[in-house]
């Protein structure tokens, strides 16, 4: 999900974004890294978290 932050509109995926921004003036936001907020969210629904760093064996090596 892509965030526009000043608007606070929500674009599910890039091609959203192209379109209603334009493709010049996006790329031209993604090249200086603001304005725009991408959240992953595919993972939260299943588990709770976005990152999980517990692989099952907590760093024992035996």
């Known amino acids: 999900m892509i965030i526009h932050v000043p608007t606070k509109t929500a674009f599910n995926n890039r091609r959203e974004a192209k379109e ?5 003036y ?3 936001m993604l090249k ?3 304005d725009i ?4 969210d595919a993972h ?4 709770g ?3 999980s760093t517990d692989k099952g064996n907590n760093g024992d090596r035996r």
Do not use: H, S, V
Not at 20 to 24: D, H
Not at 37 to 40: D, H, V, W
Not at 44 to 47: D, E, G, V
């Open 37 to 40: 907020l991408f959240i992953n």
């Open 49 to 51: 978290t976005i990152y």
């Open 32 to 34: 200086e890294g603001k």
């Open 44 to 47: 939260i629904a299943f588990n």
């Open 26 to 28: 996006f790329c031209k």
């Open 20 to 24: 209603f921004f334009g493709t010049a």
